[in-house]
């Protein structure tokens, strides 16, 4: 068992922020993404939301007192400002991510990816999608899967490393599937192709979380 601090609340707002201005950055790849397949506004709705959350990230840290009470009042805003179906869904991944270390300033890399699999699980609560649906989980639940098998690996920068790897390789795996969730559902054989925005936009914030781990190492 790992027991080693490996990121704290400080890690969780400096993350935020990095996401962000990825937001910014991706913006118009993810909304090109959304084109495609969706109604194009993929890009626009996350850096709406996380550009909510960068423009209160300090009063969020100021006034909360734990990890659990920075990711719900961050979640909150993502459910409260961003449209279409990846508002609720990266809402409730912050909401529930947090909750699962209520009370906690510092977690364990153990304890980070439990957190990441409830986290996950709100999502598939809330989408009630499988893999191979075209969603974000071809990208998200290969990538937890294998962090919940190598969790308590000692080296976990490089267990965080494939992690994302495999989460990114999730995402190409969309290309050649038909939509069974969501907008491009109604595309029918149209979608194949074309890569789903969402699983593309996912292991890329997920992302930050292992580059901020890195600078911290
Ligand atoms: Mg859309």
Do not use: C
Not at 163 to 183: D, H, N, V, Y
């Amino acid at each position: 068992m790992t027991t080693e601090v490996i990121a704290n609340k400080t890690f969780f707002k400096n993350s935020l922020i990095k996401m962000a201005e990825l937001s910014e950055e991706q913006r118009d790849y993810w909304t090109s993404l959304d084109s495609n397949i969706g109604d194009g506004d993929h890009g626009i709705n996350l850096s709406i939301g996380f550009r909510g959350i960068s423009k209160e990230i300090e009063e969020l840290d100021q006034t909360t007192e734990d990890i659990h009470s920075l990711l719900k009042k961050s979640g909150m805003i993502l459910l409260s400002k961003v449209g279409g179906a990846s508002g609720p869904l990266y809402g409730s991944f912050f909401i529930k991510m947090g909750k699962e270390v209520e009370g906690k300033t510092e977690v364990t890399f153990p304890e980070f990816v439990e957190m990441l699999q409830s986290g996950i699980d709100a999502i598939q609560a809330r989408g009630k999608a499988e893999l191979q649906d075209k969603t974000m989980l071809d990208a998200l639940l290969p990538g937890i899967e294998y962090l919940q098998a190598h969790k308590n690996e000692e080296d976990y920068l490089t267990v965080m490393e494939k992690a994302i790897q495999m989460m990114q390789e999730g995402a190409e795996s969309t290309i050649p599937l038909i939509a069974k969730k969501g907008r491009a559902m109604r595309l029918g054989e149209r979608a194949i192709g074309h890569k789903d925005p969402g699983a593309e936009s996912s292991w890329m914030l997920l992302n930050v979380f292992y580059e901020e781990m890195k600078k911290n190492n």
